[in-house]
């Protein structure tokens, strides 16, 4: 199977700007009647990128290290709250993050963080411009120049089930009557306490795209056995990670790299699954190697 790189998402933004979108963000989630407690974690991240704020304004206070991961997370929730204000069927999802353990650093399982990744996705793709909608099944629908594709979303926190979420995600494509491709999180495979530190963006969304090309090596099995069916065109595999990168203003930062495995080599699968990786790719420029193709942004 060829490899298709795809580092889609890196933003670095001031503490200040941090603070202002989580206040944002709290607003819509109270206005769309989602439950949002004090002893919440979600509570609990946007507070602390408050106080990150405040600490980097106060020269006599030094943040926390925690309180700095935190922020980042913080950053990455309120973000994709604020891209769906407009957006229908969104509801359930935020309700499952606003009323889960989605601490990012825990390697825990959470409904919550399924959810995230959901609509992470799915920010990510209207960010883009494709147009793109919860639908279950699968998970997510887009509407590409060849048709509705269909996309299930699957996040893993071991190993051992790695076939069957793969097995599942191809039921739910298979059962929307539409192609489409698995996306994979492995944020949860990924150490919790470890920071990626890089001299810049791009050497951090390098070294994350091997981890995830040596993910994908490794359980090449896994992945082989799903390959047949007909209406699954490949796989997109995503691995986020908190990065301290030396050339930004603010130094901790998260680096999201997605990746893309096409099952097939030729005919419509692969024109599809390729169109997709153009339309996230908003140059369209694909570089052809003799195993895989690079897409740059």
Known sequence: MDKVDGNFDFKSSTYSEVAQ???VAERVILERGIRFTPQSVL?????????????????????SLVTGINSVYAEKIARIVTDLI???????????????????????KSQGKDALWELSLLTTLLRKQISAELVDPPDIVVELQMGSYAIACKKIYELKSLFSR????????SKSGSPGVIA?????LLPGD??????SPKVALDILSRETKS???ENFAAFDRVREK?????????ASTISDITETSTRLNLTTSFNFYPFRNEGLGRARFLGLVRELSPAGVIEAYPSRFIVHQ
Do not use: M, Y
């Not at 509570?43 to 943040?63: E, G, Q, T, Y």
């Not at 994979?184 to 949860?188: A, G, Q, R, V, Y």
């Open 215 to 217: 993910f994908f090596q």
């Open 194 to 199: 470890h920071i990626l530190t890089s001299q």
């Open 21 to 23: 979108l989580v206040d």
């Open 166 to 173: 793969l097995r599942d995600g191809a039921k739910q494509i």
């Open 43 to 63: 509570h609990k991240l946007f507070a602390d990128a408050r106080k990150l704020d405040r600490d980097w304004r106060d020269s006599s206070r030094s943040p």
């Open 230 to 238: 007909s209406c699954l065109d490949g796989v997109l595999i995503s």
């Open 184 to 188: 994979l999180n492995i944020d949860d």
């Open 86 to 108: 407009d957006a229908p069927g969104v509801e359930e999802a935020l309700q499952r993050i606003a009323g889960s353990d989605i601490n990012l650093s825990h390697r825990l």
